[in-house]
């Protein structure tokens, strides 16, 4: 079984390099959708795959750092980097162009960190990420797997090449969480949210 929650956030981007000027060649912003899809054969005690209010937690935050901020290429030119920077509070600087595929993979690997390094209590089993979608537009998205995510060919994305601003790690419930993901320290997911 399948089950999804989307989540919102408001972002700013350049992505270099592609084929339409706009895009490539002016700061410019989204409305994003972001669909997150966990599958499983088992449901927990609550008849579920995985309660929908243990979504709120670590993985909200990690999808809401992207709003109302710029999100970064670190290959992008310095100067343009260093301004972004200092005129905005929020920021988030990725080791891949910020289009919408690499938004899906960079998404499914946070996502997959946390759910790998959560322990669960309610009987969920065999939870895992099925996949991320990123609405870009209305009309237009990218949808990541697990081998998407995991591609060399696409990209390495390594955690410690992404930059979360001190203005986003500050409004996270744990203002570790990013640090945690990386050393693999764990989370619990309680019994009731």
Known sequence: MIIRKLFKFENAHIVRNCSTERCRASLHGHSYKIEVLFESSFLDHGQMVYDFGLMKQHMKDIIDSFDHAITLWSDDDEAYIKDMIQHSDRYVILPVSP???????????????????????????????????????????????????????????????????????????????FEKIKAKKGFVNPTRV
């Open 99 to 177: 289009s919408a595929e690499q938004f899906s993979r960079v998404i499914f690997l946070l996502i997959e960190a946390l759910l790998k390094q959560t322990a669960c209590v309610n009987g969920e089993k065999e939870v895992t990420l099925h996949s991320i979608i990123v609405h870009e537009t209305a009309t237009g998205y990218a949808q990541g797997f697990y081998d998407d995510a995991h591609s060399e060919t696409m990209g390495t994305i390594d955690f410690e090449q992404i930059i979360f601003s001190k203005a986003i790690q500050k409004d996270w419930n744990d203002p570790n969480l």
